[in-house]
Every structure is written in C-alpha cells, then in structure tokens.
C-alpha cells in the first residue's frame, strides 16, 4: 500500500467515525507524517486511540493502539465502517 492509499484509507475512516458518531468530530483528527499517518481519537489526561500504520517487530501493519499499550492488528476482511466501530469501542472503552 503506497502514502496515496494510505491518505485514502485514513480518510474514509474518518468520515465513517464522524458518519456513526457526531459527537466524536471534536475528539478525531488524521495523523500525517512522521513518525506515523493514521487516526487519533483524543481522549482526556493526554490519552488516545490510534490507528496507524506501524511497525512491531518485523512486521508492519496498520494497527489500533490504545491506552493500556496495545497493538490490535486488523481483522481479514474489515471494512472501513468495521476499523470505525472497533475505533469507538475503544474510545468508549476508555473515555472518563
């Protein structure tokens, strides 16, 4: 996958978290550049939740991260709406 279908793939999860949960617009922006392009779900005491395209290991993927440090790799077959709603689960899991 090359940095335009990256932008693309960032982009359409974007639309589908503020499509599924307005309320989120003000919480969601899109991470470009260095160290990694992706979405971040800012949450309170300067927490989030990423999905980003990353490293772990030797292998690189794209991933959600989450607070308590985890690295969740994508499931064979998720569609953009299924990458948003793990997105908001997460972010609700872990809002105050």
Known sequence: MDATNHTMLVN???SSIKQQRPDLSEHVSHMSGSPAVGVKLELSRD???MF???RDKSVVQWMIATPDQ???PL????TVD???SRLIEAFDRFAD
């Not at 499931?75 to 998720?78: P, V």
Request: glycine fraction near 6%; charge should be positive.
């Open 12 to 14: 359409r999860v974007l």
């Open 82 to 84: 299924d990458i948003a």
């Open 70 to 72: 985890t690295l969740t």
């Open 47 to 49: 927490r989030s939740i």
């Open 52 to 54: 980003a395209w990353v």
């Open 75 to 78: 499931r064979s077959g998720e």
